[in-house]
């Protein structure tokens, strides 16, 4: 069993160095690392707006409030002159397709005009996060940034959490599979040693 070639295909990083976009979109999660790493692209000024999405997930119960608005107090706190007019946040949505379709609303609403972004997302979910933006947005040019990390600290912080990060690796797997079938996701083509790894996990 290789589930750090499973955990690697799933992160899905752009290669560096990134280029300057129009957004940073974090995505909700209890792995506060993604408003850090959000913070941190702003700093480089890789691009001049910020946005958070998600609400209250199963895993993110114990933050007290919305994923986007942990992020956003977290943001604050590394950062705590950051431009309020360059900061949103999307605090309803409750699944990965949400996250998209919520935060595109709320762009819309507010005269943003985003034409790529930065996306963040906890390592493992990274790949999903891309698919689903492909689909989504019918194709608006994005880069990857998940959190700098490697498998042995997730798993750290997953069982931190009272979680399996392992035990979740073939359902992303899955996911990639099945949802492109449900019109959720861009259809991405997994290589033969990822799947042969995700059925012997």
Partial sequence: MKPDLV???LTARSAPPLSASALIIGFGHFDLRIARQ???LWQRRL???VLFTGGVGAGSADLGMPEAEAFKQELLRVIPDFPHDRLMTEPASTNTGENVRFSLSLLQEAGWQ???AILVATP?????VNQTWSKVTAGIPFQSAPPPSD???D???FRAKGEDLIAQLPGEIERLQSYPKRGWIENVS???DVLRAAENE
């Fill in 7 to 9: 955990y690697s295909y």
């Fill in 38 to 40: 959000c913070a941190d």
């Fill in 47 to 49: 691009a001049p707006r």
């Fill in 114 to 116: 985003i034409d790529s």
């Fill in 124 to 128: 493992f979910r990274q790949r999903r």
């Fill in 151 to 153: 498998f042995s600290t």
């Fill in 155 to 157: 798993k750290a912080i």
């Fill in 190 to 192: 997994i290589p033969t």
